[in-house]
């Protein structure tokens, strides 16, 4: 075997992708030694941290990568752990020149960041948010969501990210950094990662935190999380218009923001209030979901359990100030979209086919084909 060999190895291993950080390992610094003799190809690869709960996987698609190589009839490989220094390097070309618990979603930034809220509790905005960035990952953007709901956290088990004792994964950490798990192709970081449950019993503590607690958790998330270069940023916002709404408002007061309400008055009337105090820190209403509206029974007939009108109620109150603001979508009641939430099965992957999943995928495309409000941000281009 010759040095084109070698080269071919080298090229096929460092194409690698490492399933955390979604980048080429050989880009990450992870490639080491590799030779060929013999029909035997030794690979040197070492990981970003001990215990890298990835490991098995960047092993198996090494080992994978480095045979296809034609001639290569064995691999040898060899896996160790990044020093100190080499993992200082990393996180410092992971955040592209920024300093650390900088904020990497500021006025610069390209990602297009979309706040859901609501006025009330129970209007199904969790649910919403979760099949909205699955729906969005779907059409080939890169997606994060936050979980800014710290009291009432629900992304983790709508996302399947829980285990059967109630375990949530835990971000793996590169030093000061945190990688977020992955599902349906949605980055997602939540507080319920790192409270943890055991042998299926009540969990570890709650949540019982005032208001710089929570602005400091929200700000952790923002910063301290590696996202990589995403197009949208979803986050999951509380109810109300409290102490977090209030932090989201002061570190992110570029974001768009989407309000949902279910049709009654006595949601639709509360609901406007979030749009409001969004506006007041500067955020851009882009328009309003209805939740829970009406369903089309089996004879055709529909079946209005809340009400209706609810979201136009709040669209209008809302574009009282002369800024247009559009019913975006109407989710009608559905079964299937309670069930699979329930499972962990976003229901825009599970039952893609129920009038719930249509809309919501109709959601996304819409609010994917808006363009990113660039105003008053710096381009990254420069003249030559």
């Known amino acids: 075997?010759?040095?084109?060999?070698?080269?071919?190895?080298?090229?096929?291993?460092?194409?690698?992708?490492?399933?955390?950080?979604?980048?080429?390992?050989?880009?990450?610094?992870?490639?080491?030694?590799?030779?060929?003799?013999?029909?035997?190809?030794?690979?040197?690869?070492?990981?970003?941290?001990?215990?890298?709960?990835?490991?098995?996987?960047?092993?198996?698609?090494?080992?994978?990568?480095?045979?296809?190589?034609?001639?290569?009839?064995?691999?040898?490989?060899?896996?160790?752990?990044?020093?100190?220094?080499?993992?200082?390097?990393?996180?410092?070309?992971?955040?592209?020149?920024?300093?650390?618990?900088?904020?990497?979603?500021?006025?610069?930034?390209?990602?297009?960041?979309?706040?859901?809220?609501?006025?009330?509790?129970?209007?199904?905005?969790?649910?919403?948010?979760?099949?909205?960035?699955?729906?969005?990952?779907?059409r080939g953007l890169s997606v994060g969501l936050v979980d800014a709901d710290v009291h009432g956290f629900s992304i983790p088990g709508l996302l399947g990210l829980v285990d059967e004792d109630g375990n949530v994964p835990q971000p793996t950490r590169i030093d000061d950094l945190m990688l977020p798990p992955v599902a349906y192709g949605v980055k997602a970081i939540s507080i319920g990662m790192f409270l943890r449950r055991s042998g299926g019993e009540a969990p570890v503590g709650a949540v019982a935190w005032r208001g710089p607690m929570l602005h400091r958790t929200v700000q952790q998330f923002l910063t301290d999380v590696f996202f990589g270069d995403l197009d949208v940023l979803l986050l999951d916002m509380p109810p109300g218009t409290g102490d977090i709404a209030i932090s989201v408002g002061q570190l992110l007061p570029n974001a768009d923001v989407v309000v949902v309400t279910t049709p009654q008055s006595a949601a639709s009337d509360v609901a406007v209030r979030s749009g409001l105090v969004a506006r007041q820190t500067g955020q851009r209403v882009v328009g309003v979901v209805e939740n829970m509206s009406a369903m089309v029974l089996p004879d055709g007939t529909t079946f209005d359990l809340f009400g209706a009108g609810g979201g136009a109620e709040v669209a209008d109150a809302l574009a009282a100030g002369g800024e247009a603001v559009a019913v975006l979508a109407s989710i009608p009641l559905s079964p299937a979209l309670r069930a699979d939430g329930d499972a962990g099965t976003p229901i825009v992957v599970a039952h893609p086919e129920d009038p719930a999943a249509v809309a919501i995928t109709a959601l996304a495309a819409r609010l994917a084909a808006e363009p990113r409000g660039l105003a008053g941000r710096s381009l990254p281009f420069r003249p030559n």
């Open 1 to 138: 075997m010759t040095g084109s060999a070698e080269d071919a190895v080298r090229r096929a291993v460092g194409a690698v992708i490492d399933p955390e950080l979604r980048q080429p390992i050989a880009e990450l610094g992870m490639v080491r030694g590799i030779s060929v003799a013999g029909g035997t190809a030794s690979v040197g690869i070492v990981l970003t941290i001990v215990g890298c709960p990835a490991a098995e996987r960047i092993s198996a698609d090494v080992r994978a990568a480095a045979a296809s190589v034609p001639g290569v009839t064995d691999v040898a490989l060899e896996v160790g752990v990044m020093s100190p220094a080499e993992r200082r390097e990393l996180t410092e070309r992971l955040r592209g020149g920024r300093a650390a618990r900088e904020m990497p979603f500021g006025g610069d930034s390209l990602t297009r960041v979309i706040a859901v809220t609501s006025g009330k509790g129970g209007v199904g905005k969790s649910t919403v948010t979760a099949n909205l960035a699955v729906a969005l990952a779907g």
